[in-house]
Structures are given as structure tokens and as C-alpha cells.
């Protein structure tokens, strides 16, 4: 098996060029690099541009008009870049042609148009960058025939949610090879000195035209944002323009000589969408009539402007490919292209080996580490600007429609304070264009991987003032910020610090009290709002499992109803648990912090005791169900086989024997509080001491776990070819059926996309893999290992009549979920599933995608299919076996 050799990782002595930069940024006032990939794949039909009476954010401002209409509140591109705060954008337009309009934006179906929700319906790949993005490289795949923009509309509408998706390669448009790979490559001379190199591949037999656009412009303030002066972009030469913004240094971009050289404004083009007169015909669309009808005399003697782009009319041979060179830079220059100005681009490359070769476990296979390395890219790749202050979007129109009542009171009405304007690490850059609290914690720790400073800064940046209400919740999501997702931040800050201990030697304690402060205000809020019976059984609604329930658990039940949830209980045990090891740390420094660790070990108990003697666990299927309290009738049990009764495995706690001598006042304190309720018959939970005296603090009991166990690791019940499925297959066979006051509900094991249109029906929580819970499970499962070690054994999988200790155990999920992304003999990936062929192509054979989640049986990627987001967990687990 080839592997990367020690020869080529860095020595003891010495750090990367990219280490260098990021511990030069780390001490920063702002740790942030002023450029990098922080251009949206899609800002059309966000909740931020939705200016509707009625909410209907996707038919508010659609993809038809994203190239008319200028946004409000951040821009989206192709393979683009922008400052950190976004006041000047540069991406690529392309035109084969034949389409009526120039690519300059990812197209993708509405929540409406897909038979599953929104998609996108394109082929683009992150394939390399680094945290401080001086070397990044961006793949897009563009067809030679019009692009078929309707007939994917058009064959998804026809399909219902019981069929698959329709995807571009389901079209045919590039079965025989008919289209361009178009590669944009940044390397960066310094943090304000950026190169660009685009190059186009022909990858059919026969020559091709293509006519490129890069474009430069600025994110429209001026009508909107008050700035005090109109930016400008002025020709200075054939082959160069200057910048002006108020909010920014004095920019140039160098080109090559060009076709035709375009300017107009990033302003709305109102005449063509809403029939009203445009102040001048220098508006957004104007490259589209210029390049796609050949009329130029509009814009011919036009020397400035707001927007900008030369245009290159190429003419590529068969199986070659052309290259085209810019330079942005804060820098004038009469040489921007020297004789060695393609070096750098090998030379930010080579340092990008480094920088991964020097983080990578001593001989990890090739493509192991090439798994890892894309993960990565994908996760920088979705760094974002995000802008959003929801009181000026409440009570200011959009120059389109009205300020109107509705929206008043409306969507996020309650979340006037919150104002954000920050890069922050996204889900998934056109699916999901804007942040998600929970799988922000996630990010985090793959995050800490490479940029410890970034991962640390984006946890605290969620509990800002700015962002946390002043009761103490997060914000959700856009969509709805008041949504509640599973309390991760203190579990996921942890993790962080763990990471960046191992890694430098030492650990942040500071970065661990300023996030406590902040975490003990999200859980008081979790504890008075969520704990509606003062019982410690927690509520909690969705949850960020979306369908996972019987019925949408995000509903506002009658006042007689109550729903008891084994998931939220948990992640309350898992809350005040990783809080407890937080103030534990902290103490070995700071004593003071005793107290704080005791406070959590008590609430821990109390909600240990509620999990397991108020009505969850059922003893005679062994698993944890979500209780329904209905007025005039008997608590019952809902009895669905899912990742919600497994939940109560991640609260988990190792205390070691010399920090219980240390910590007197708390080893004190707890042994009391054990004695008392010893004596008074009271509940504890798995407290045990092994030979290393040291103690296991868990929400369940060491029979239960090998109950719980015995579930996962059974491959008719949740162990998938790829993972832990999220509703056990036993619901194939035998679906759960429940009538509540006339209404039946049910559900069954679903192991591909959803049936359902809970939550949009986007996303499915019924059979498929999911990158995170998997990551949680064998996190805990290493855990109790590590008390446990050889004197715990399970069958696996069941039934098999193999044993394994829970080490084994846990690097056989470990490698479940790496083959979802592995190449077999013949080349296929179970990810790619029946598009293999494609991907087996020479010049795909090494692209990856990361979906948002995975087929329950055979490991095919569904959903949205960058969401590296939390799937770049893959690059942890990759290290950890």
C-alpha cells in the first residue's frame, strides 16, 4: 500500500510556511486573512433578501432574477473571492455559446421545484485550499450544449418524493465528454498581493469556443448601506483597472489583453423585472445582452464603473486547454506578470503539501490523506460573509416592496438586536447559505485541526451579544432563529481545546473561561425554558433531527400534551456533563472553579436520575423512547427504534485519579453528595472506579450499554455497510403506527431521501447515515474504552460470534464510514453509486464529494453535496484510527 513516507513531513525543528502565517494571524486584532473564499455560492432566494409580506423567501427573489437585481445583504459567484467584509467581489462568468444566459452563479431547484427539497444541479468540486488561503484551487464543469436549465425543472416535477432526484449527470449533457473543466487557482504573493490563474480544459476530441468573464465588483452600499461615495473600478490601461472604495486601500487589477473590456453598476436592472424606468442602461445584467447578442456599443465607451470585467473570446482545440492570468494587489506595478509569475502558483502549492504533510499521521495511505485533504479544502472553501441585522431588514424596504405590518411581526421578529456581519464557517455555500448554530459546533472541531484560532473564535462568535438573545438562546438558523438545536457548544469547545493541546503542547485555559461565562447563560435558558416541570426531563422540539419523529416534533402541542424527550434529556446530561470537565480544567489552574464543576456534577445526577427512572427506558426492549402525555390517559412510550434513544451514550466522563487529589474541595463535595443519596435510596449514575482509580461519570449504567450496543453494532437493526443508520432497518419490516385524537401518524425505516415534507423535506433522519451522530457515538464508545479497556467486550458485529473491546469496536465505525469514500478495485466509490462511471474518467478520478448525509444501505451520498460542514468530520476520524 503506497503511503506518505516521513521523508517528505516537516522536522521537529521547523513549521510550515503556512503554520508561520497562521500563528503570525493568531495574535491579530482581527485573526482573520483579508481575502479568501467568503463569496456565497447563492444568495437569491435567502431569508435575507426576502423583502414578501408572506414570508415565501424562495419566490421572492428567484434565480431568474439574480442576475437583474442587485441583493441587499452579501453577493454570491463562481469560484469567487471578496475582502472580509465583502466590499469588493471577484468571480468568474463563462458563455459556451449556446445558453441564453452566462453562468455566473450555481443554478439549482427551489424547496417547490425539487421533489426533495431545494438542490443544487451542477458539478463543482473544492479541491484544494489552506487556512489562510494563499493557495486555493476551484473546479467547475461547464457543458458544451445549452445547459438544460428547463429539463431539470421539468423531469423533477414529475417525480414524487417516493423516487430519486434528477441530477445533471442524469441529463446525459456530458456523456461523451462534451464540456470544459474550468480551474481557478489563487496564490497570494502577500495577504493584499493575489494572483489568479484560470484554465480552461477542453475535455471533448473537437474544439470548443468559450468566452470568459472575470469579474470585479463591489457589493452594492451605496443605495443601501450608507456609504458616503459611489465606489469606483477606472480603466487605467488596456490591461489594468483601479479600485476606489472609502472602506478600503486603493486596489489594481492586471489582466491580459482582452476582447472587449466591460464596465456597468451593480444596480437592479428595474425596467426589465419590475417595469419601472432604470436611472441609466448601466445596470447588473448588461454583460448578458453584450456577450450573448454581440451588442457592445451600449457599453463600449464606458471607462468606469461599479462592476468590471474584460472578456476573453477563446477558441480551445480538442483536448487542450488555454490559461488566463490576472493579478488584484493593493500594489501599482508596470510588471504585474513577470517573467516567474507562474512559480508562484507552484511554489503556494508545494507550501500547501507541507502544510498537510506536516499534520498528517506518520504513514497514512495516499489516498487516505487525499480523502482528508479534500474534507478540508471543502471546509475552507465554505468560509462566508454573512450579513444580517434583522432590525434594519424588519423596517426598511428594499426599494421593491413595501414595509409592511406582516413582516413586522413576523419571521425573526424577536431577534431585533441580533446584527451580524462576520465570515463564519457554513454548512454547505449554496444549500445552506447561512449559519446553523449546532453544526457550527461540529465544523469547529475539524476546523481545529488545521486553524485552531478560527475554530475557537467561531464558538465564542455565537455567543457574542450580537448574536446570543439577551435570555441566552442562539440563534438557530434564518429560517427561523428561535428553532432549538442539540446544546453541542460546550462538548464541541472541548473538543477545540483538546485538539490545540495535542497539537501545540498546551492548552488555552483563557479560551475556556471566557466560553463558560457564556455557556452558563445558554444553559440557564435551556433550563427554564426547556424543563417546563422543573423534573429535569427536557423538551426541546426538532431538535435539528428534522424528521426523526413520528410527527414534527417542532409543533406547538395543545396544552393537555406534553412531549417527554429522551434525545433533549440527553443532550442536557451531555451539556452539563462537558461543563463539568470544562470548570474541572479550568480548576487545575484556577480553584475557584471548583464550585462551578460541583454545580454541574449535581445537575448531571438529577438529570441521570430522570433519563432512567421517569418513564424512558423501556425495560423490555432495553432502549430509551420519547414519553407522550396525553390529558385523561397513561404517559405511553413511543416506541420508534432511533437515534434519539442513543443519544444518552454521549454524556461521558473520565475524571482521573490525580485530578480528584488535586481537586479536594470537589472530590469533597461529590462525596458527600454520592453518600447521601446512597443512604436515602436515591439514584446515581455509572460512577465507577477502575484500577487507575480513576472515575466513570456516564448517563447509563454498563448493562444498559451493552443493550445499547448490542443494537448499534446489529446489521438488521442500525450498523449500515457506511455507518450508524438513524431509525433502526427493524422499521422496514415493521413501521410504528400512532392516532392521536383522530390523526394517524407513522413512520418506517426510509434509507434514502425523505417521503416527508417535514422541515421542507430537504433532508431525511429516517435510515440514512449521518457524518455527526456517527462522530458523537464513536467518540463515546472511545471514551468508555478508555475506562473500560479489555474487561468490556461486545460481539460484533452481533451475531457474528467476533468480540471485539470497545477500541476495535470503535475503529471498525471508523473504517465503516471511510469506505463510503474509498475507491474499490474497479475505482468506485460508494458515495458516487450509479454516476461511478463519470467519476472513473481519468480526469475525475480523484474528485470527491462530501455529502450532508448517506444512503442506510449502500452508502450513496444525498443531500447537499458540499456539506464539508460536518461531514469534514471524515478528516477526524481519518487521524483517530
Not at 453562468?103 to 439549482?108: A, P
Not at 451522530?773 to 471514551?783: E, F, G, H, T, V
Not at 474509498?822 to 470527491?848: H, M, S
Request: net charge negative.
Amino acid at each position: 500500500m503506497l503511503t506518505v513516507s516521513n521523508k517528505i513531513r516537516m522536522s521537529d525543528n521547523s513549521r510550515s510556511a503556512e503554520q508561520q502565517r497562521l500563528d503570525e494571524n493568531a495574535v491579530k486584532k482581527v485573526p482573520l486573512e483579508t481575502w479568501g473564499p467568503y463569496l456565497s455560492e447563492r444568495q437569491w432566494s435567502t431569508i435575507r433578501e426576502d423583502y414578501s409580506a408572506n414570508g415565501d423567501a424562495w419566490h421572492y427573489f428567484p434565480h431568474d432574477h439574480a442576475r437583474s437585481r442587485s441583493y441587499r445583504w452579501g453577493e454570491d459567484g463562481l469560484g469567487g473571492i471578496s475582502d472580509y467584509f465583502q466590499n469588493l467581489c471577484f468571480a468568474i462568468s463563462l458563455w459556451n455559446g449556446k445558453d441564453s444566459i452566462l453562468k455566473e452563479r450555481l443554478f439549482g431547484l427551489t424547496n417547490s421545484e425539487g421533489n426533495h427539497g431545494e438542490d443544487v444541479k451542477e458539478l463543482y468540486y473544492y479541491v484544494d485550499n489552506i487556512p489562510t488561503h494563499y493557495y486555493m484551487k476551484y473546479l467547475y464543469k461547464y457543458p458544451q450544449r445549452e445547459f438544460p436549465y428547463q429539463q431539470l425543472a421539468n423531469e423533477n416535477a414529475k417525480r414524487s418524493r417516493w423516487d430519486s432526484e434528477y441530477e445533471i449527470l442524469d441529463t446525459g449533457i456530458f456523456n461523451d465528454n462534451e464540456y470544459f473543466d474550468v480551474f481557478i487557482e489563487y496564490a497570494k504573493q502577500n495577504s493584499e498581493d493575489i494572483f489568479i490563474k484560470i484554465e480552461i480544459v477542453n475535455r471533448n476530441k473537437n474544439a470548443a469556443a468559450l468566452t470568459l468573464l472575470p469579474v470585479l465588483w463591489f457589493y452594492n452600499r451605496w443605495q443601501y448601506d450608507g456609504l458616503t461615495k459611489r465606489p469606483s473600478i477606472t480603466l487605467l490601461n488596456s490591461t489594468s483597472v483601479q479600485v476606489e472604495h472609502e472602506r478600503l486601500e486603493k486596489y489594481y487589477l492586471y489582466f491580459q489583453e482582452a476582447n472587449y473590456l466591460l464596465f456597468t453598476e451593480n444596480e437592479t436592472n428595474m425596467e426589465k423585472l419590475f417595469s419601472k424606468p432604470n436611472q441609466s442602461p448601466f445596470v447588473k445584467d448588461a454583460f448578458h445582452d453584450a456577450v450573448i447578442h454581440s451588442n457592445y456599443s451600449t457599453l463600449e465607451n464606458k471607462k468606469e464603473g461599479t462592476k468590471f470585467s474584460p472578456v476573453y473570446q477563446l477558441n480551445i482545440e480538442g483536448n487542450s486547454s488555454q490559461i488566463i492570468y490576472l493579478r488584484l494587489t493593493n500594489q501599482m506595478t508596470d510588471t504585474p506578470f513577470e517573467k516567474d509569475f507562474p512559480t508562484i502558483f507552484e511554489k503556494r502549492k508545494k507550501e500547501a503539501d507541507e502544510f498537510y504533510n506536516e499534520i498528517l499521521p506518520p504513514d497514512t495511505p495516499l489516498h487516505i490523506a487525499a480523502i482528508r485533504r479534500q474534507a478540508f479544502a471543502g471546509l475552507l472553501w465554505n468560509k462566508q460573509y454573512y450579513h444580517y441585522d434583522v432590525e434594519r431588514w424588519l423596517n426598511e424596504s428594499d426599494g421593491i416592496s413595501p414595509v409592511s405590518e406582516e413582516r413586522k411581526h413576523g419571521r425573526n421578529s424577536q431577534w431585533k438586536y441580533l446584527k451580524n456581519q462576520d465570515v463564519i464557517s457554513m454548512p454547505d455555500k449554496w444549500e445552506y447559505p447561512w449559519y446553523a448554530a449546532w453544526d457550527l459546533g461540529f465544523h469547529c472541531i475539524s476546523m481545529a485541526m488545521i486553524d485552531p484560532s478560527f475554530a475557537k473564535n467561531q464558538l465564542i462568535l455565537m455567543m457574542r451579544e450580537w448574536y446570543m438573545n439577551p435570555e441566552g438562546q442562539m440563534p438557530a438558523y434564518e429560517w427561523n432563529f428561535s428553532d432549538v438545536n442539540p446544546p453541542v457548544h460546550a462538548w464541541a469547545a472541548l473538543k477545540v481545546y483538546a485538539i490545540e493541546k495535542e497539537k501545540v503542547g498546551k492548552g488555552d485555559i483563557q479560551f475556556l473561561k471566557k466560553i463558560f461565562q457564556k455557556l452558563i447563560i445558554n444553559f440557564t435558558w435551556w433550563v427554564n425554558r426547556k424543563d417546563i416541570n422543573g423534573n429535569n426531563i427536557f423538551e426541546g422540539g426538532f431538535l435539528g433531527l428534522d424528521n426523526i419523529g413520528i410527527f414534527n416534533r417542532d409543533i406547538h402541542l395543545p396544552s393537555e400534551q406534553t412531549l417527554e424527550q429522551a434525545d433533549a434529556t440527553s443532550w442536557m446530561g451531555m451539556y452539563a456533563i462537558s461543563m463539568m470537565d470544562i470548570a474541572l480544567e479550568i480548576a487545575l489552574e484556577d480553584q475557584s472553579f471548583e464550585d462551578s464543576a460541583t454545580k454541574f456534577y449535581e445537575h448531571f445526577v438529577f438529570i441521570a436520575e430522570a433519563l432512567n427512572e421517569m418513564g424512558l427506558w423501556n425495560e423490555e426492549d432495553h432502549f430509551f423512547y420519547d414519553v407522550l402525555n396525553l390529558d385523561g390517559h397513561e404517559p405511553f412510550q413511543l416506541k420508534v427504534r432511533s437515534l434519539v434513544g442513543l443519544t444518552s451514550l454521549f454524556a461521558v466522563s473520565i475524571i482521573k485519579k490525580e485530578h480528584l487529589e488535586k481537586l479536594t474541595d470537589f472530590t469533597k463535595r461529590i462525596s458527600w453528595f454520592r453518600d447521601y443519596r446512597t443512604i436515602h435510596h436515591k439514584y446515581l449514575p455509572s460512577q465507577h472506579v477502575n484500577n487507575n482509580d480513576s472515575m466513570l461519570l456516564s448517563l447509563v449504567q454498563k448493562e444498559k450499554l451493552g443493550h445499547l450496543l448490542q443494537y448499534i453494532l446489529d446489521e438488521s437493526e442500525f450498523l449500515s455497510p457506511g455507518g450508524i443508520r438513524a431509525v433502526s432497518k427493524y422499521h422496514q419490516q415493521h413501521p410504528y403506527s400512532l392516532n392521536v385524537s383522530g390523526t394517524t401518524y407513522d413512520i418506517q425505516y426510509e434509507p434514502a431521501e425523505s417521503t416527508s415534507d417535514i422541515f421542507g423535506g430537504n433532508s431525511n433522519w429516517r435510515g440514512p447515515v449521518w457524518m455527526p451522530m456517527n462522530y458523537l457515538i464513536i467518540s463515546a464508545i472511545n471514551r468508555y474504552y478508555n475506562f473500560y479497556g479489555d474487561s468490556f467486550k461486545v460481539e460484533c458485529p452481533a451475531h457474528s460470534g467476533k468480540w471485539m473491546n470497545l477500541l476495535e469496536v470503535a475503529n471498525e465505525l471508523r473504517s465503516r464510514l471511510i469506505s463510503i469514500f474509498t475507491a474499490d478495485d474497479k475505482g468506485n466509490r460508494p458515495v458516487f453509486a450509479e454516476y461511478n462511471q463519470f467519476y472513473n474518467r481519468p480526469e475525475n478520478k480523484d474528485l470527491i464529494l462530501f455529502h450532508e448525509y448517506f444512503h442506510g444501505d449502500n452508502s450513496k451520498g444525498l443531500g447537499s453535496s458540499h456539506q464539508t460542514g460536518w461531514t469534514a468530520l471524515i478528516a477526524k476520524l481519518v487521524d483517530e484510527i
